[in-house]
C-alpha cells in the first residue's frame, strides 16, 4: 500500500490567500485526522471523520478553516483567509475501525507571509 | 498544566547506553500511544498501549494505568535512534478518537 498521501508538501503564500491542503487515506480505513504541528503547540487535532462524517471539529477554528471528505479516498482542508499564526505542519493520518496503529502522512509545511 | 506530560524534553546519550523516557498523564484514558518522528519530520506509530507492556525489537513500551505513567524504554541504542519521541492519549470518556499530544522528547544518541 502507498500510505497516507498528502499534498503539497510545501506551500508559500501570502496572508490573505485561500490554502487547500489534500489527503488521500489508506484504502480501507475508516478514520480520518488532520492534526496541526507548531513548535509552541506541539501536535493537535484539528478535525476528525469516521466513514466520511465529521466526528470532532472542536480543535479547527471555524471562521477560516473547513474541513471535507466528500468520499472514503479524499480530504481537503481549506483555510481561508490564511493568516501568518495558521504557519505549520499539517499532518493527515488514518486508521481502520478496530485497530489502533495510525499511520501518518509525511506532512504539508505551510508557510503564510 | 498539560494533560500529557512528557519528561526529560532534551535526552543525549552515548550509543549502547539503555534510554528511558516517561509520560504523565491526567485524565482516565482509554489507550495511549508511543510516536516517532525523525529529523525529516515524518511521524511514525510504535505503540499503543492500554494495560502492561509491549516490546518490538530494542524497543519496549510499559504502561501503569493506576499511576497514570507509561515509559518508552530503548536497549542498546544507536544513532539512529536519534529522534523526537511523542506520547498521546485517547481519553475514555464518550469513545472519541481524539488524542492529546505531550510536547515529545528528543532524543540525539552520539557514536
Known amino acids: 500500500d502507498a500510505g497516507v498521501i498528502q499534498s503539497p508538501r510545501h506551500e508559500v503564500t501570502e496572508m490573505g490567500q485561500e490554502v487547500t491542503l489534500r489527503c488521500k487515506p489508506i484504502?480501507?480505513?475508516?478514520?480520518l485526522f488532520w492534526y496541526r504541528q507548531t513548535m509552541m503547540q506541539g501536535l493537535e487535532l484539528l478535525v476528525y471523520?469516521?466513514?466520511?462524517?465529521?466526528?470532532?471539529d472542536s480543535g479547527m477554528p471555524k471562521d477560516r478553516f473547513s474541513a471535507k471528505m466528500p468520499n472514503a479516498s479524499f480530504s481537503t482542508l481549506k483555510i481561508q483567509p490564511s493568516e501568518p499564526r495558521d504557519s505549520a505542519v499539517y499532518f493527515c493520518?488514518?486508521?481502520?475501525?478496530?485497530?489502533?496503529?495510525?499511520?501518518f502522512g509525511e506532512g504539508s509545511r505551510l508557510t503564510v507571509l | 498544566k498539560n494533560e500529557v506530560e512528557q519528561s526529560p524534553q532534551n535526552l543525549t546519550a552515548q550509543e549502547g547506553e539503555f534510554i528511558t523516557i516517561n509520560c504523565s498523564y491526567s485524565?482516565?484514558?482509554?489507550?495511549l500511544h508511543w510516536l516517532q518522528q525523525h529529523p525529516g519530520g515524518g511521524i511514525v506509530s510504535l505503540f499503543m498501549?492500554?494495560?502492561g507492556k509491549k516490546k518490538h525489537g530494542r524497543l519496549i513500551a510499559t504502561i501503569n494505568i493506576q499511576e497514570k505513567h507509561s515509559s518508552l524504554h530503548i536497549t542498546a541504542s544507536h544513532p539512529r535512534d536519534s529522534a523526537v519521541y511523542i506520547c498521546?492519549?485517547?481519553?475514555?470518556?464518550?469513545?472519541?478518537?481524539?488524542?492529546?499530544f505531550g510536547k515529545g522528547t528528543k532524543l540525539t544518541v552520539n557514536p
Open positions: 471523520f469516521n466513514n466520511k462524517a465529521v466526528m470532532d
Open positions: 498521546a492519549v485517547r481519553s475514555a470518556q464518550g469513545g472519541s478518537e481524539k488524542l492529546v
Open positions: 485524565v482516565g484514558i482509554s489507550a
Open positions: 484504502s480501507g480505513h475508516d478514520y
Open positions: 498501549l492500554s494495560s
Open positions: 493520518a488514518s486508521k481502520r475501525l478496530y485497530t489502533g496503529e495510525l499511520f
